[in-house]
């Protein structure tokens, strides 16, 4: 019923940047999350970024200053620029939506991408 779809992810250097994108589709109402999560191998996804509906942010600790999150309502799609690239970065990122009305009376949650690989690396 939902499909988030990740692009944007790539090689890049120390201290570059990428733009990652996540386009939702559909039959969507509204979206109240929308976030990147992130995870390598033998550890847990962790949150890096979640947006509101109304714009509202939270950060993980480690990307404040670095990253920042936004959306497009009107295209169902949220946006991680990530500047100053550290090797600590790479990771798959996750596109993640939550509370997703997908009629008037219908609400999911946690529908996942399925990643885009970032890697930082010189």
């Known amino acids: 019923q939902v499909q988030l779809v990740e692009s944007g992810g790539g090689l890049v250097q120390p201290g570059g940047s990428l733009r990652l994108s996540c386009a939702a589709s559909?039959?969507?109402?509204?979206?109240?999350?929308m976030g990147w999560y992130r995870q390598v191998p033998g550890k847990q996804r962790e949150l890096v970024a979640r947006i509101s509906s109304d714009k509202s942010t939270n950060y993980a600790d480690s990307v404040k200053g670095r990253f920042t999150i936004s959306r497009d309502n009107a295209k169902n799609t949220v946006y991680l620029q990530m500047n100053s690239l550290k090797p600590e970065d790479t990771a798959v990122y996750y596109c993640?939506?939550?509370?997703?009305?997908?009629?008037?009376?219908?609400?999911?949650?946690?529908?996942w991408g399925k990643g885009t690989q970032v890697t930082v690396s010189s």
């Open positions: 993640n939506a939550d509370q997703i009305w997908v009629t008037a009376l219908q609400l999911v949650r946690d529908n």
């Open positions: 559909g039959s969507i109402f509204s979206i109240n999350y």
